[in-house]
């Protein structure tokens, strides 16, 4: 079975600009989450969609947005990009039933440099 | 507000040893606590999840435990290797349907 798969591996923009993250979870899970993970502040939620939702939302300005599409993909984008965003974007998937309801399963993830 | 602590931030120990990772968080109230894994500028690779109700959990020479009412839970590693070297992520659920906190982390490195 396919891991969790994040699109582009690496990334560079500069100030200003905007970027889409793309994430395509496990097959059949049909939750996303996103993280950003810096050295100072560790790994932060972002937001989690489920079935087309946005189901949990952590505390990031109105620049961080999501989605998620019909067949679980997900997509993040962060306009007016600042150098402070320069992190590890994190992408994780899972499946909300059974035994492991919730148990986490992450992508490689995506590095922004943001310039 | 849960907060989840992993002290120490950084651990050496010789191959072959056995150790123990520590995990505390600050609201007994969970509903579940996974053990992950992460090298240098990769993702996360999960090793255990232990539910509530659960005391304990083992993967090979990995084992978890949960003492919810002390708010705490280690990771035993046995007979550590080389490759065990990562940094190591404890994360808690509060409740079923929310989001999950991370630890900060503690990074091992087993020398050999």
């Known amino acids: 079975k396919a891991g969790v798969t994040q699109t582009p591996r690496y990334l560079i923009k500069t100030r200003g600009q905007q970027v889409t993250l793309s994430c395509s979870p496990i097959?059949?899970?049909?939750?996303v989450s996103w993280y950003q993970q810096t050295p100072g502040q560790g790994l932060q939620f972002l937001f989690e969609?489920?079935?087309?939702?946005?189901?949990n939302k952590g505390n990031f300005p109105g620049r961080f947005s999501g989605r998620q599409f019909s067949n679980s993909r997900s997509e993040m984008n962060v306009s007016t990009l600042e150098l402070g965003d320069s992190a590890l974007y994190l992408c994780?998937?899972?499946?909300?039933?059974?035994?492991?309801?919730?148990?986490?399963?992450f992508g490689p993830g995506t590095r922004l440099t943001v310039l | 507000k849960q907060e989840v602590t992993q002290i120490p931030a950084a651990l050496s120990v010789p191959e072959g040893e056995n150790l123990v990772l520590n995990c505390s968080f600050t609201d007994s109230a969970i509903y579940n606590l996974q053990w992950f894994r992460q090298d240098p500028g990769k993702g996360l690779t999960s090793l255990l999840l232990?539910?509530?109700?659960?005391r304990e959990q083992t993967s090979g020479r990995l084992n978890a435990s949960l003492d919810k009412s002390s708010g705490r839970s280690t990771l035993y590693i046995a007979a550590s290797q080389p490759g065990d070297s990562a940094t190591y992520l404890c994360a808690v659920r509060p409740g079923r349907d929310d989001k999950i906190i991370f630890g900060k982390g503690t990074r091992l490195h087993i020398l050999p």
């Open positions: 994780a998937s899972s499946i909300l039933a059974g035994v492991a309801y919730n148990e986490q399963f």
């Open positions: 232990i539910q509530s109700s659960q």
């Open positions: 969609y489920f079935s087309e939702t946005q189901r």
């Open positions: 097959s059949g899970h049909r939750s």
